[in-house]
C-alpha cells in the first residue's frame, strides 16, 4: 500500500487504528447485500430504470419522479433496511477515512482525498436518513455529496498513491473519473438508452468497490508488517 506504511515507530503505534480502519473500508461491501435484498422483495422495481434510492421509499403506491414527472407504482418493503445500509455506509466510510489516515502519503491529494471522502460518507447517511418521498431536499443534497463531492475524493485518493501503488492508485484514479463523469450525465439525463438506474449505479458502485479494495490491501499491509515483527 502507500509508502507511508513502513516500519516505523509511528506505523507501529498507529498500526492497529489503520487495521480496523481498513475493515470499515471492507465492510462497505454489505452495501450490495441490503441493495439485492430490497431488490428481491421490491414490486415495480427495475435496477437499470430506476434509481437506486426508490428502493428507499418510504411509502407505497404511486411515485411521482421529479426529472419527468411520471408516476411509478415501486414498493419497497425493505426500505427500512436499505436505508439502514446507506446510513451504516456512510459512517463505515467515514470511519475508514479517519482511521487510515496514517497510511495515506502526507500530501495535499491525500487529504483532500480523505476530506472529500468524509463529506461524500455525511452525504450517503443523509440519503439513508432522508428518503427522496420524505425530503427531496435533503436527499438530494445528500446524493451530489456522495455521488459528487465522494467520487472526487476517490479519485484524488487514487491519485495520491498512483506513483507508489500503480494498481490500487491507479484504479482510484480511473475508477474516480468514470463515476464523475457518469453521474454528471446521470444528472443531465443521458444514460444512452442503459436506464437512469443503470447510470446512477455506475456513477455510485466504483467508489464502494475501491475502497472495499483498498481497505483490503491496507489490511493486508499491516498484517504483513505484524507478522515480520516490524
Given at each position: 500500500?502507500?509508502?507511508?506504511?513502513?516500519?516505523?515507530?509511528?506505523?507501529?503505534?498507529?498500526?492497529?487504528?489503520?487495521?480496523?480502519?481498513?475493515?470499515?473500508w471492507v465492510l462497505c461491501l454489505e452495501y450490495f447485500l441490503v441493495q439485492a435484498i430490497a431488490?428481491?422483495?421490491s414490486s415495480g422495481y427495475s435496477m437499470a430504470r430506476h434509481e437506486i434510492s426508490y428502493l428507499g421509499l418510504a411509502g407505497c403506491g404511486s411515485f411521482v419522479r421529479a426529472a419527468d414527472g411520471a408516476a411509478l407504482d415501486i414498493c419497497s418493503p425493505g426500505h427500512a433496511l436499505f436505508n439502514g445500509g446507506i446510513?451504516?455506509?456512510?459512517?463505515?466510510?467515514?470511519g475508514g477515512a479517519?482511521?487510515?489516515?496514517?497510511?495515506?502519503?502526507a500530501s495535499h491529494a491525500a487529504r483532500s482525498g480523505l476530506a472529500l471522502l468524509c463529506a461524500g460518507a455525511v452525504g450517503a447517511s443523509m440519503v439513508g436518513l432522508w428518503p427522496v418521498d420524505t425530503n427531496p431536499m435533503l436527499h438530494g443534497i445528500g446524493a451530489v455529496l456522495a455521488l459528487g463531492i465522494g467520487n472526487v475524493g476517490m479519485g484524488l485518493l487514487g491519485y495520491s498513491v498512483?506513483?507508489?501503488?500503480?494498481?490500487?492508485?491507479?484504479i482510484g484514479l480511473a475508477a474516480g473519473i468514470v463515476s464523475t463523469a457518469a453521474f454528471i450525465l446521470y444528472l443531465a439525463h443521458v444514460d444512452f438508452g442503459l436506464?437512469?438506474?443503470?447510470?446512477?449505479?455506475?456513477?455510485?458502485?466504483?467508489?464502494?468497490?475501491?475502497l472495499a479494495l483498498a481497505g483490503a490491501a491496507l489490511l493486508a499491509a499491516a498484517l504483513r508488517?505484524?507478522?515480520?515483527?516490524?
Amino acid at each position: 500500500m502507500p509508502s507511508a506504511l513502513q516500519p516505523t515507530r509511528t506505523d507501529r503505534d498507529t498500526r492497529g487504528q489503520t487495521m480496523i480502519g481498513a475493515m470499515l473500508w471492507v465492510l462497505c461491501l454489505e452495501y450490495f447485500l441490503v441493495q439485492a435484498i430490497a431488490v428481491a422483495e421490491s414490486s415495480g422495481y427495475s435496477m437499470a430504470r430506476h434509481e437506486i434510492s426508490y428502493l428507499g421509499l418510504a411509502g407505497c403506491g404511486s411515485f411521482v419522479r421529479a426529472a419527468d414527472g411520471a408516476a411509478l407504482d415501486i414498493c419497497s418493503p425493505g426500505h427500512a433496511l436499505f436505508n439502514g445500509g446507506i446510513v451504516l455506509l456512510g459512517a463505515l466510510m467515514a470511519g475508514g477515512a479517519i482511521l487510515t489516515r496514517a497510511a495515506w502519503p502526507a500530501s495535499h491529494a491525500a487529504r483532500s482525498g480523505l476530506a472529500l471522502l468524509c463529506a461524500g460518507a455525511v452525504g450517503a447517511s443523509m440519503v439513508g436518513l432522508w428518503p427522496v418521498d420524505t425530503n427531496p431536499m435533503l436527499h438530494g443534497i445528500g446524493a451530489v455529496l456522495a455521488l459528487g463531492i465522494g467520487n472526487v475524493g476517490m479519485g484524488l485518493l487514487g491519485y495520491s498513491v498512483s506513483g507508489s501503488q500503480r494498481w490500487i492508485g491507479g484504479i482510484g484514479l480511473a475508477a474516480g473519473i468514470v463515476s464523475t463523469a457518469a453521474f454528471i450525465l446521470y444528472l443531465a439525463h443521458v444514460d444512452f438508452g442503459l436506464g437512469a438506474g443503470t447510470m446512477e449505479r455506475v456513477a455510485g458502485y466504483p467508489k464502494t468497490l475501491w475502497l472495499a479494495l483498498a481497505g483490503a490491501a491496507l489490511l493486508a499491509a499491516a498484517l504483513r508488517q505484524r507478522r515480520a515483527g516490524a
